[in-house]
């Protein structure tokens, strides 16, 4: 997100424009970066732009969830072992078994 420099103020800015001006800014479009005592503290942006923003990191998870079942499609061999025969490779005995 691109933050034009006249859209950077101040807390104590804020204060004296009030908070209709901010919301004002925000509904024309204008994201809003408010500075307390002089660090990036909020960003203050229309409601689409959060819109926006959520269905991307959606869309992130989508893709990191493809990239590993894409990964594991590349490397899986096919065999299967039944979970009885892995407990005897191992000598794990279940709770409840003799």
């Known amino acids: 997100m691109k933050i ?50 959520s269905d991307l990191e959606e869309f992130a998870s989508d893709l990191r969830l493809l990239a590993a079942t894409m990964a594991r499609e590349a490397v899986d061999s096919g065999e299967r072992f039944d979970l009885n025969e892995v407990l005897n490779e191992f000598d794990v005995v279940l709770d409840g078994e003799n």
């Open 4 to 53: 034009n420099v006249e859209n950077i103020v101040s807390v104590s800015q804020v204060s004296q424009k009030g908070i209709s001006w901010l919301v004002s800014q925000a509904e024309a479009g204008n994201d809003m970066l408010i500075l307390k005592n002089s660090e990036p503290a909020v960003v203050v942006s229309h409601i689409d732009t959060m819109t926006r923003l």
